[in-house]
């Protein structure tokens, strides 16, 4: 079993973008370990570099003719009519750049590394992981690869059987939903933007037994994050037993993002992270969406800081806070005029409200959906 939390990145991230104008054109990843580094939060024994997946590990659940193609593009930097009808490789959202295979390949090589790494117990946070609308046969949604269904079923092929997905990311887990699909050992709860794209996920979907959505209206609050944490989302999970905890926070919820609509801060996905721990004896932590620099930099290097116990300070100290000085957010109205505390701090002010009755009436709808059987029942 790890006895320490581990922290799975690399520097490929540091120079790798999608392009100029895509929204995946911001520092994420390298802002995380920057930002932990300066705080002493990521000593060197708690790093791992993430390998590369190679193409056959990939083919455990990926089409090995998709997987030929995005080396191909890579080595020539162009994708045909071909590629893109088939594949999705050269659309607006999902562009040829130079790292097309290797980038998602280390994000996904990462989270197959945590399977294996996690089949005795323990934490491990892989904030490149998390490309939850990645299918089978072609890139979707900025996500050439499905890194959360390659980590859980590595956990699968390492002895590991009921696996909780939680996912608060802003946009639904379509991906994941299409591979787990109709499995009884595996529980997928997702709280998304409704209406947001890919619109799907709505809450009469159960993924043939294995999900609970919850489409969520904008505006959604850290009043109301809680309410769906106590009420919804820890019963579920406490009720399924889990083998393992796989958790998605993405940080596209914050208000500040600019893909959707949704006023949380990041205390929101602390403290549900907080809550997770302890509830089952695996935990995968994956980023996911988020498409502000600062606000991105400032929740995942806290998601690591929760993992492992540290204290928040009210003030940054220099270090840190010349990471978050440098980083720059062109071609968006957000990154002219940010406010000082996007420099200064980790934790934003709570953003907490009414609790709307539309979000009381959803979360009651799921809490009387039928409960999965406990462990004992699915082995009788």
Request: aromatic fraction near 8%; charged fraction near 25%.
């Amino acid at each position: 079993m790890l006895t320490r939390p581990l922290f799975i990145g690399s520097e490929i991230f540091r120079g790798s973008s999608y392009g100029r104008w895509h929204p995946l054109r911001v520092p994420r990843v390298s802002t995380v370990m920057d930002l932990a580094r300066a705080l002493d939060w990521l000593p060197a024994e708690a790093f791992l570099t993430a390998p590369r997946a190679k193409p056959k590990a990939l083919h455990i659940w990926h089409d090995p003719d998709y997987i030929a193609a995005l080396q191909r593009v890579e080595e020539t930097q162009h994708a045909t009519p071909d590629d893109t009808a088939r594949y999705d490789i050269g659309s607006v959202t999902n562009p040829v750049f130079p790292e097309i295979f290797r980038r998602p390949a280390t994000a996904a090589g990462g989270s197959l590394l945590a399977g294996e790494l996690l089949a005795r117990g323990g934490v491990i946070y892989n904030p490149a992981g998390g490309t939850h609308h990645g299918m089978r046969g072609r890139a979707n949604g900025f996500c050439y690869l499905n890194d959360p269904v390659l980590a859980m079923l590595s956990l699968r092929h390492h002895g590991v059987r009921r696996i909780a997905y939680v996912d608060i990311d802003a946009h639904h887990c379509d991906g994941v939903a299409t591979g787990f699909h109709g499995d009884r050992d595996c529980l997928m709860i997702s709280v998304h933007e409704e209406r947001l794209w890919p619109r799907t996920g709505p809450i009469d979907d159960d993924a043939g037994g294995s999900a609970v959505n919850l489409p969520v209206p904008r505006g959604l609050n850290d009043s109301e994050m809680a309410l769906i944490r106590d009420d919804l989302i820890l019963p579920k999970v406490r009720a399924f037993r889990p083998d393992a905890i796989v958790f998605l926070c993405g940080a596209d919820g914050v208000e500040e993002d600019p893909l959707a609509h949704l006023s949380l801060s990041n205390n929101a996905h602390w403290a549900l992270l907080r809550a997770l721990m302890g509830l089952a004896p695996r935990l995968l932590v994956l980023g996911g969406g988020g498409y502000n620099p600062w606000s991105v930099g400032r929740l995942w290097t806290g998601v690591w800081g929760t993992l492992t116990g540290q204290h928040v300070p009210d003030r940054l100290p220099p270090r840190a806070e010349a990471v978050l000085r440098g980083l720059r957010f062109d071609g968006n109205r957000r990154g002219k005029n940010p406010p000082e505390h996007w420099f200064t701090t980790l934790r934003d002010a709570p953003r907490d409200g009414p609790v709307r009755d539309e979000v009381k009436r959803r979360v009651h709808r799921l809490q009387r959906r039928a409960p999965y059987p406990p462990a004992a029942a699915r082995m009788s």
